[in-house]
């Protein structure tokens, strides 16, 4: 089992699916954690569950982001890990049909959301010579899907920013990886299926896998047995790596 023990995780969009579960998981395994996400209700509900600090701000908002962590290295003493988790599908639509200020809001939370965390925790992490930071990927990433032109591109991003942030400062105690889940039964699932676009919105509720497991695989990726995978994405989505993370067998 991954021990967290004391160190302190700040996780994005924990207020649900694989944010809440990743909250719920490293805090059994001893981590302090640290609530980032819009929704200041849920936020406290989790905060109590899992004995973890609640700080309602938006990812895309860089000041308050920034004053999030600082907050969080003032409470705790630093930042050990950071998981990017805060991330949008909604509005699923073709090019010629999306909106441009919808478009350019999932931008705002997937890639710019990513690159704040990146910004206010790498200081803190630098001046200690140590740090996990994991950003949430996909298999849009690296693959074309109808309606998804938004979350393609900004998952695209974000792993180059992986790529990059990994070549800056992987010699200097931080490391950086993104994990690809598959799809996960979140209310992401919900949204996809309503807009009844590509293939993905076809698959039954048992094809996904549970937020818990993401939360499992991020955890493993906190441990020196997946520094093979450093500056790069892991993938659950296969027997082999499932079986890495310490993950059961796929049905």
Known sequence: MTNLAGKTTLITGASQGIGAA???HFASLGARVVLVARSADKLAALAE???GLALPCDVADFSALSTAVATAARETGGVDVLVNNAGVIDPVARIAESDPDAWGRVVDINLKGVYHGLRAVLPGMLSRGAGTIL???SGAATGALEGWSHYCAT???VLS???VAHKEYGDKGIRVMGLSPGTVETEMQVQI???GINPVSQLSADAHISP?????ALAYLCTPAADAHL????SIKTPEGRAEAGLPPRP
């Not at 818990?212 to 499992?216: F, M, R, S």
């Not at 500056?231 to 892991?234: I, K, M, R």
Request: net charge positive; charged share 35%; no cysteine.
């Open 22 to 24: 990743t909250a719920k």
């Open 49 to 51: 569950e899992t004995g």
């Open 135 to 137: 950003n949430l990927s």
């Open 155 to 157: 998952k695209a991003a």
């Open 161 to 163: 920013l992986t790529r």
């Open 193 to 195: 299926r309503d807009s």
């Open 212 to 216: 818990k497991e993401a939360a499992q």
């Open 231 to 234: 500056g790069t994405d892991f």
